[in-house]
C-alpha cells in the first residue's frame, strides 16, 4: 500500500485547506442564509408610500380621501407652493403628491375630471399611491351613482373591510424554504474547492521530477499502482464529503429528518461528490505548478458557483447565462436542490425531474473521466 499511504501523506500535509474551506462555506451559509430569511420575512409585509396633499377643497369627501390614505400611508399636507412641492419631490420628504381641486365632490366624482398628481418617476411608491387614490374615486362614484349622500360616501369609504388574502399550499412547504436548503446550495463551494486542491497537490505531488519513471520502473504493478491511488482518492473524497453532511445533521438534524427529502438530498451530494473527484483528477492531470493550479480551481469553482446558481440565485440570472450554465454540472445540482427545496414530498414529474439532474450529474463525471484516461494516454 505504499502508493495509498503516499497519497495520505501528501493530503495529510494540505488539511489546513480543508478547514480554511470549510470555515468560509460555514461563513458564507450563516450570512446567506439571514439574509434570505429576513428578505422572506418581510417579502409579505405591506409597506405604506409618503404622500403629500394638496387639499384645495376641504369638503368632508376631500377629508375622506385624506383619512383613507393615512390608513397605510405617510400623509403630510403640503400649502401648494410650487418651489415646497419641488423641494419635497426632490428631497424625497414625499414620493407623490396629488391635489385635490375645489369642488372635489363635483368635478372629480360626479364628473369625469381626473385629480393632478406628480410623482417621482419609475417608483413603487407612487404606484401604490396612485392605486389607492384611484380605489378611492372608483369606490366613491360607485356609491354617487346608488344616491349615497356626501357624509354617507365619506363614512363608506373609511370603512371598506380589508381584503382577506389566503396562499395556497401547492408544494406541501408552506411557501418556506428549510434552513438547510441554504447548506445544500452552497455546497458545490466547499466540494469543488477542497477536492480539487488536495487531489490537485497530490497528483502534481507524483508528476514531478522523475518520480513518475521511477513509479514505472518500481515492482509494483501499474494496475495496483492505479488502484491504490483511486483508492485513496475515493477515501479523501469520501471523507470530506463525510465531514460535511455530519456537519448538516448536526446543525439541522431534527428539521432535516422530519423531511421527507433527506435521501434525495443525500443523492445530490453524492453526484457532485463524482463531479469534484473526476474535475479534480482531469485538473490535476493538466497542472503542473502550484500557481496553475489555484488559478484554474478558482475559475472553475467560482466561475460555475456565481453562474450556475449558488452564490447568486436562479431566479435572477438572464436567460442567456441559465442557458451557458446548462452545460455546466453545478446548474443540474442546483436546479435538483431548487426542487428537493420547493416540494416537501417528491413524486410523480416532479421526481423525474430530480432523478434526471441527477443522472446529467453522473454524465458529466464520466465525461471528466474519460478525458482524464484520454490525456494520461496521450502523455505516457
Known amino acids: 500500500m505504499t502508493v495509498f499511504k503516499a497519497y495520505m501523506k501528501i493530503a495529510k500535509k494540505n488539511l489546513w485547506l480543508l478547514f480554511m474551506y470549510m470555515g468560509i462555506f460555514f461563513i458564507l451559509t450563516i450570512v446567506f442564509q439571514g439574509t434570505a430569511q429576513k428578505s422572506e420575512s418581510e417579502g409579505y409585509q405591506s409597506s405604506g408610500a409618503k404622500i403629500g396633499v394638496v387639499d384645495g377643497d376641504r369638503g368632508i369627501l376631500a377629508e375622506s380621501l385624506i383619512r383613507t390614505l393615512q390608513e397605510k400611508n405617510e400623509v403630510l399636507l403640503l400649502s401648494g407652493d410650487q418651489e415646497e412641492l419641488q423641494e419635497s419631490l426632490f428631497y424625497r420628504s414625499v414620493d407623490y403628491i396629488v391635489r385635490i381641486p375645489k369642488d372635489f365632490a363635483a368635478r372629480c366624482i360626479e364628473g369625469d375630471e381626473k385629480l393632478k398628481v406628480t410623482t417621482v418617476p419609475g417608483t413603487f411608491a407612487g404606484s401604490y399611491a396612485e392605486q389607492a387614490v384611484s380605489s378611492f374615486i372608483y369606490s366613491a362614484r360607485s356609491y354617487r351613482a346608488a344616491g349615497f349622500s356626501d357624509q354617507e360616501i365619506a363614512e363608506a369609504a373609511v370603512e371598506q373591510p380589508e381584503t382577506e388574502v389566503t396562499l395556497m399550499d401547492f ?129 472553475a469553482a467560482l466561475g460555475m458557483c456565481f453562474v450556475c446558481g449558488t452564490f447568486v440565485e436562479m431566479d435572477y440570472l438572464s436567460p442567456a447565462v441559465k442557458k451557458a450554465a446548462q452545460f455546466l454540472p453545478v446548474y443540474w445540482y442546483e436546479t435538483v436542490n431548487n426542487l428537493l427545496a420547493g416540494y416537501s414530498t417528491i413524486s410523480g414529474d416532479v421526481r423525474i425531474e430530480v432523478l434526471q439532474g441527477i443522472g446529467i450529474q453522473l454524465v458529466f463525471a464520466a465525461t471528466f473521466a474519460c478525458v482524464t484516461l484520454a490525456v494520461s494516454r496521450k502523455r505516457a
Open 171 to 299: 408544494t406541501g412547504n408552506k411557501g418556506e424554504e428549510p434552513a438547510y436548503v441554504y447548506y445544500y446550495r452552497y455546497l458545490p463551494f466547499l466540494l469543488l474547492s477542497v477536492i480539487c486542491y488536495m487531489m490537485g497537490y497530490i497528483l502534481m505531488g507524483f508528476g514531478r521530477g522523475h518520480l513518475p519513471e521511477r513509479m514505472r520502473a518500481s515492482a509494483i504493478p501499474a494496475k495496483r499502482q492505479t488502484a491504490e491511488g483511486l483508492l485513496a482518492a475515493g477515501v479523501i473524497s469520501f471523507g470530506v464529503w463525510t465531514m460535511s453532511t455530519a456537519a448538516v445533521f448536526l446543525l439541522y438534524g431534527r428539521q432535516i429528518l422530519a423531511g421527507n427529502n433527506v435521501g434525495y438530498y443525500i443523492l445530490n451530494s453524492i453526484s457532485l461528490l463524482a463531479v469534484s473527484l473526476t474535475l479534480a483528477y482531469l485538473i490535476g492531470t493538466l497542472v503542473k505548478d502550484s500557481n496553475a493550479l489555484s488559478g484554474i480551481v478558482n475559475i
